[in-house]
């Protein structure tokens, strides 16, 4: 949107995996959250530019690499996102268990991503769950699992997963962190939503949220936002009605998973409890860190769902900071692993600063990407290493006849507002904004009809 804006003569292409666009706008906003995925209005508005080509259905780096791109484009952006969970590192973490899930696949699974299309988590095998960590990717978890069935098929949350939470029994929430009330990581509006929803209880430690409150009361007055978001916690804990319940513990790390013994042993085994330590907070008010006691606490479970934050996976070839998780840069500008500027290769999203943030975030460090490139094509810069000749780029009008000659169908942003309107027109007849087509072969299906 900036390059096309900013820059008249820019054109700007598109690869994307999947055939349908909008990446964590569909398969990572909560089909609760509506008003969030209005941005998909601009994406439009962005497509329907001359300029701007949409090349879907392409898995780069498999099936598209770098050196296909380099002589028919000046700069590329990197822009792939986190599509990894960052690890626990506790025994058990990759044995196949039964229902122990990352966040993240419960997310695209309900939300349709084709690769998660089969989890088939078991909600019906107790009332509990538990979900460690607490960022805003659990208080999503938890909110779906608890939310009035009724309310969430008026969503685009897929069929399937309707049919799973209206059978569930899940009637209970535990979100456990190994840090304290003040280290939380959502944010305050999600936490009112929480606090908000209909027939649901809150439990917490009310005695180490008043301690906690009241030794940092001076760090608390100074941040708005925290202030706001211990109000809201502590407001919480006068809501003790509803049939359902939700609660935060603190000061737990995940130390390892425990399995059922199982009559059947080619199946993977079902989780049974999780162990913790129980911690407890050091160093400066401002930034606590959670310190392992000898003391162990077990918590059985049925279902657990891992929410401790996304990662980003590298590309063969190109930089990576294995260490940081994203790709070395300076305002996304790739830096190569000597420190110098990458020519022609630019950064965004969770890959450029990290799984964090909003939309509006990623879309302002987007804007400072393009920034950066046109500030570049100005000072002249070497752009991509084979492109010094100056002569005008081919971009799709190259790519896509050797993307067809590999037997690689693409799909263009007319394709894709094919498969949109069908997805409108049976989601009218389920009363929802959409029924989202969630496996590749059947979108092409409906393609090549
Ligand atoms: P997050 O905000 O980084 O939260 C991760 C949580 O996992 C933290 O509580 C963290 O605790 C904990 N954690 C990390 N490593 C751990 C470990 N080894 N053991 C135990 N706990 C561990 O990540 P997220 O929830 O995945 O969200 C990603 C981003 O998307 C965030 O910026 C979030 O705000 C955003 N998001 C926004 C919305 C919304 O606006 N409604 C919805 C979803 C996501 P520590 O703090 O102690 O590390």
Redesign the pocket.
Known sequence: YHMLKEHPSSLVDMYEALPMPFGLVRY???PD?PE?KNVQNRFDEVARDARFTFIGNVKFSKELKIADLKSHYDAIVLSYGASQD????IKNEDDSIRNVFS??TFVGWYNGLPQHRDLQPDLTCSDSAII?????????VARILLTDIDELSKTDITEYALGYLRKSRIRNVTL????GPL?????A??LREMMHLPNTRFHTDTELVKTELSANAELISQNRPLKRLMQILESGTSKTVGEKSWSLKFLR??VEFITRDSSDPSQPKFIKAVKFHINKLEGPPDNR??VSTSVIEEIETSLVFK????KSTPVEGLPFDEKKGLVPNVKGKVLDKNGNEFPGLYVSGWLKRG????IA?TMYDAFETAEIIMSDIQQNKPMLSDTIDNCPKMGAEAVIPILHERGIRTVSYDDWKKIEEKEFEVGRRKHKPREKYSRVEEVLGILDK
């Open positions: 990572g906003v909560a959250h969030v960052k690890r626990l590192n966040a993240r460690i960590g607490h960022g805003n990717v659990a208080l999503d456990i962190g190994r840090r280290q939380v990581s959502f944010t509006k999600e790390s995940p860190i959670a929410s401790v934050g996304y799984p964090q943030g909003v975030t």
